[in-house]
């Protein structure tokens, strides 16, 4: 038997369709009063949809809020919900797209640092709602058999990201959360790799040095210790190459970023 839809359903549906595409056929459904039209009445349905929408991407990404200003904010948040409307029933996931849209639209695309500072703030976000693994200790460590390390892969925590950053987006999103006076947005010589991951409740990231980033690269894809150790030799050379290597493991289990080694 073919499923139909309730009458409730199908008004539900409508609702949205107004309220993401301003579809009229919701009209038929809805009465107004003399002194409240149906127009009127629909209007401010979708006047406080929005507005809600805008305040929860104005709590995902505060400080691009605080670069842009209240009337700049608003109105990307207005031109992000029309391009992209929310598809999720949780507002958790409303605004995951806010980076890309931003490099692509015409009215903030010459401003490359406020799409990486979206992408900062959701990866902050994205890393304080990951699971909350069990990661291991350098005891660990010291227990592998020397034999196997040339073999041995690192699973990283969930929650742990890499992101390459043209500007100082890390130091002003610093300045804004703890209400300091803000700093210049300066662009690097070259962009900078970052790690951003969550140890107990902190959302917690620094800055890679160029060698350091491309092994957690390297260890994110899957390589093995031995091949971290070949690729690290770009910038060291062959025979401190698996001292350096080994070092980034080490401080990787000390910040708490990874949480399982497989031979």
Same mark, same amino acid.
């Given at each position: 038997m073919q499923n139909q839809s309730s009458p409730l359903k199908? #008004?539900? %549906? %409508?609702?949205?369709a107004w309220l993401q595409e301003f579809n009229p056929q919701i009209k038929q459904s809805v009465t107004g009063t003399e002194k409240v039209s149906a127009d009127l009445r629909l209007d401010i349905y979708a006047n406080a949809y929005r507005f809600r929408l805008v305040e929860a991407l104005q709590d995902t990404f505060p400080a691009l809020h605080t670069l842009l200003g209240?009337?700049? $904010?608003? @109105? !990307?948040?207005? =031109?992000? #919900?029309?391009?992209?409307?929310?598809?999720? $029933?949780? !507002?958790?996931y409303f605004g995951h797209e806010m980076s890309p849209f #931003?490099?692509? /639209? @015409?009215?903030?695309? @010459?401003?490359?640092?406020?799409? =990486?500072? /979206?992408?900062? &703030? *959701? #990866? !902050?976000? =994205?890393?304080f709602d990951a699971a909350d693994n069990a990661v291991i200790g350098i005891d660990t460590l010291q227990q592998i058999d020397p034999q196997s390390w040339p073999e041995l892969r690192f699973t990283f925590h969930p929650s742990v990201s890499r992101v390459d950053l043209s500007f100082n987006v890390p130091q002003i999103w610093q300045t804004i959360d703890k209400e300091e006076a803000q700093i210049d947005m300066l662009e690097n010589d070259y962009p900078v790799g970052w790690c951003i991951w969550r140890k107990d409740?902190?959302?917690?990231?620094?800055? !890679?040095?160029?060698? =350091?980033? *491309?092994?957690?690269?390297a260890m994110l894809s899957g390589h093995t210790f031995s091949?971290?150790?070949?690729?690290?030799c &770009? *910038?060291?050379?062959e025979q401190h190459a698996a001292v350096r290597a080994a070092g980034f493991i080490q401080n990787w289990v000390n910040d708490g970023l990874i949480q399982d080694v497989e031979s």
């Amino acid at each position: 038997m073919q499923n139909q839809s309730s009458p409730l359903k199908s #008004l539900q %549906q %409508q609702m949205l369709a107004w309220l993401q595409e301003f579809n009229p056929q919701i009209k038929q459904s809805v009465t107004g009063t003399e002194k409240v039209s149906a127009d009127l009445r629909l209007d401010i349905y979708a006047n406080a949809y929005r507005f809600r929408l805008v305040e929860a991407l104005q709590d995902t990404f505060p400080a691009l809020h605080t670069l842009l200003g209240d009337e700049d $904010f608003f @109105n !990307l948040g207005v =031109e992000y #919900l029309t391009a992209r409307p929310s598809k999720h $029933f949780s !507002l958790r996931y409303f605004g995951h797209e806010m980076s890309p849209f #931003l490099k692509k /639209a @015409n009215t903030y695309s @010459n401003q490359a640092i406020l799409s =990486e500072m /979206a992408q900062f &703030e *959701w #990866l !902050l976000r =994205e890393a304080f709602d990951a699971a909350d693994n069990a990661v291991i200790g350098i005891d660990t460590l010291q227990q592998i058999d020397p034999q196997s390390w040339p073999e041995l892969r690192f699973t990283f925590h969930p929650s742990v990201s890499r992101v390459d950053l043209s500007f100082n987006v890390p130091q002003i999103w610093q300045t804004i959360d703890k209400e300091e006076a803000q700093i210049d947005m300066l662009e690097n010589d070259y962009p900078v790799g970052w790690c951003i991951w969550r140890k107990d409740l902190r959302t917690l990231y620094r800055s !890679l040095d160029v060698d =350091e980033a *491309w092994a957690m690269d390297a260890m994110l894809s899957g390589h093995t210790f031995s091949e971290i150790c070949s690729g690290v030799c &770009e *910038w060291v050379d062959e025979q401190h190459a698996a001292v350096r290597a080994a070092g980034f493991i080490q401080n990787w289990v000390n910040d708490g970023l990874i949480q399982d080694v497989e031979s």
